[in-house]
């Protein structure tokens, strides 16, 4: 057996134990859908020559948009499958060599990794996006490569707490935050992926004292959304808590009361001064038994040219990961940050120890 194929060995115990735990980015209805950017068509045969099948883990009009606008550059006609990450696994495992699938999108190198895992991605070796997309924003051998950027930040009640207070990560577990963090479950791909940078960063036994102090500190157990957590710092009911940061620049642009609670919460980019915030990824790779393998590779390169990056962050309000391209309105209101350039492929190889650290931490 080589290296790769224990290490996929391990992922595969880890993904039956993670999948039906696996939350998925920007999927609010979670039911699966099928629709074409152009005609309602299925999206359950075979695409002739010319169209391209995209399976999406993402649920955002804007996506639809980029399909028109990838297809109105190349003629190229997308058709889409837009559902839960889970859901889209089980599918592409039902269908085996006879998926339609050409392309696999999904938030979350984690989740990522379990299609790889799966084997439901094949590697594509493209200079173009090598070019384009930093080695660590990449899984190493082309199976999946990072289009946009989320970071990992602390949100906080800046009327209760100094910045200086929550400029780490380690912070979150500190005896002066006691009663006052919440959280989202564990189980929640975001919170895994962290655990992993923080596995690779400090050490198994760190990371598990960490977690355990964390959980010292709760002031509720577990529940909701990242945005569920920026609204509770908001009403009082505690003062720091994890989101990506999106879900609070979303909230600046949204209701009277989103706005409301946005403005009485903070966000800290932590580690400015050590290794950097944790980023991760949405990302995209060629499913593992494309029919249309061109198509598919003009897609992925697309999707790192400047329109495609537009397209990808302007709704969802992530970085664009390609330098030098426009950010999407809100994000200029955010400080620039040095990020981690902690490799994203292992956030897999460390998720069910992840998981396993929380479960021991009584992090539900
Ligand atoms: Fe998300």
Redesign the pocket.
């Known amino acids: 057996m080589t290296e790769r194929q224990k290490k996929m060995t391990g992922i595969r115990v880890c993904l039956v134990a993670g999948l039906m735990a696996l939350a998925s980015?920007?999927n609010p209805g979670g039911s699966a859908s099928e629709s074409s950017s152009s005609a309602a068509e299925s999206g359950s045969k075979p695409a002739p020559a010319g169209v391209l099948n995209v399976y999406s883990a993402r649920h955002y009009d804007s996506d639809k948009a980029m399909y028109k606008a990838f297809e109105a550059d190349t003629g190229i006609h997308v058709r889409f499958r837009e559902s839960g990450a889970p859901e889209l696994l089980e599918t592409l495992k039902a269908e085996g060599t006879a998926s339609p699938a050409d392309v696999v999108i999904s938030?979350d190198a984690g989740t990522l990794y379990r299609f790889e895992a799966a084997g439901l991605l094949q590697p594509l070796d493209s200079d173009v996006l090598k070019a384009a997309v930093p080695e660590h924003f990449r899984q190493a051998d082309g199976y999946w490569y990072g289009f946009a950027k989320?970071a990992r930040v602390i949100a906080y009640d800046p009327a209760r707490v100094s910045p200086e207070d929550v400029d780490q990560y380690t912070d979150l577990a500190d005896a002066k935050f006691h009663g006052e963090v919440c959280m989202r479950s564990s189980t929640n791909i975001?919170n895994l992926s962290l655990m992993g940078e923080l596995i690779g960063r400090l050490g198994h036994d760190t990371a598990q004292a960490w977690a355990r102090s964390v959980v010292e500190n709760f002031a509720r157990p577990p529940q909701g959304g990242?945005t569920t957590q920026i609204e509770a710092i908001a009403a009082g009911e505690c003062s720091v808590a994890l989101t990506?940061h999106?879900?609070y620049v979303r909230m600046t642009q949204g209701s009277d009361a989103n706005r409301a609670a946005a403005a009485k919460v903070a966000l800290s980019f932590p580690e400015q001064d050590g290794t950097g915030t944790h980023v991760n990824v949405t990302g995209a790779g060629l499913a593992a038994h494309a029919p249309n393998r061109d198509d598919a590779v003009t897609f992925l390169e697309w999707l790192a040219t400047p329109a495609g990056q537009r397209w990808l962050t302007t709704e969802t309000k992530e970085f664009p990961i390609v330098a030098g391209v426009d950010l999407p309105k809100g994000l200029e209101a955010l400080p620039d940050f040095h990020q981690s350039d902690f490799p994203l492929e292992e956030l897999g190889t460390h998720q069910a120890e992840a998981q396993e650290i929380y479960d021991l931490a009584g992090w539900n």
Do not use: L, T
């Open positions: 980015c920007g938030s989320r975001y990242d990506n999106y879900y």
